[in-house]
């Protein structure tokens, strides 16, 4: 072999070694990337787990109220009957005039029952919001999902608004096997 040949064969060795440890490094980078995203990752979940740990309390003291507070479902027709009538005295005490009235299918939850009521009621801007707020309290656990008002042609002074509310309320099953579960 030639001296020639012989460095064209260290050139192409070097070559070769060092396009290998270009190729060996870019690999060694990604790896290092993933890697990294992945510690960054675990960070970031460590940390979430932390702050729900320290709010563990917290978590408890609403389960705890929402076990002594949420109204039991015996009966689909008696939860209507008693959200209607919490509805009703309400309104009555707001100085409203209910319209119409519908019950709706109640919707069962795995850990609870949605029992609705639509009202269509007559009364002063103020006097609806202040019941519809009133109506609204954490206690009672009912909510507004719909509300559609307008201005009452007859008198431009009061407003009709249909009201759709909705009460979530603990199947009484479920009260039930948490009692004995405990």
Request: glycine letters at 4%; aromatic letters at 4%.
């Amino acid at each position: 072999m030639k001296a020639s040949e012989r460095r064209m064969l260290i050139v192409l060795g070097a070559v070769a070694a060092l396009c290998g440890g270009a190729i060996l490094s870019q690999r060694l980078l990604q790896m290092q990337h993933g890697v990294e995203r992945k510690e960054n990752g675990l960070r970031l979940r460590q940390m979430e787990a932390d702050a729900l740990l320290a709010e563990a309390d917290l978590w408890q003291q609403r389960l705890a109220w929402l076990d002594a507070s949420q109204p039991e479902m015996a009966s689909e027709n008696q939860a209507s009957e008693s959200l209607l009538d919490a509805l009703l005295k309400s309104a009555a005490k707001h100085s409203l005039t209910v319209q119409k009235q519908q019950l709706h299918e109640s919707v069962a939850g795995a850990f609870h029952h949605d029992v609705g009521v639509t009202l269509t009621v007559r009364g002063t801007f103020s006097s609806v919001f202040r019941w519809m707020h009133e109506i609204q309290s954490p206690d009672a656990f009912c909510s507004v999902p719909q509300l559609q008002m307008t201005a009452d042609n007859a008198d431009p002074a009061l407003v009709v608004a249909k009201v759709r509310f909705r009460r979530l309320m603990v199947p009484a099953h479920a009260k039930s096997q948490e009692e004995t579960s405990s």
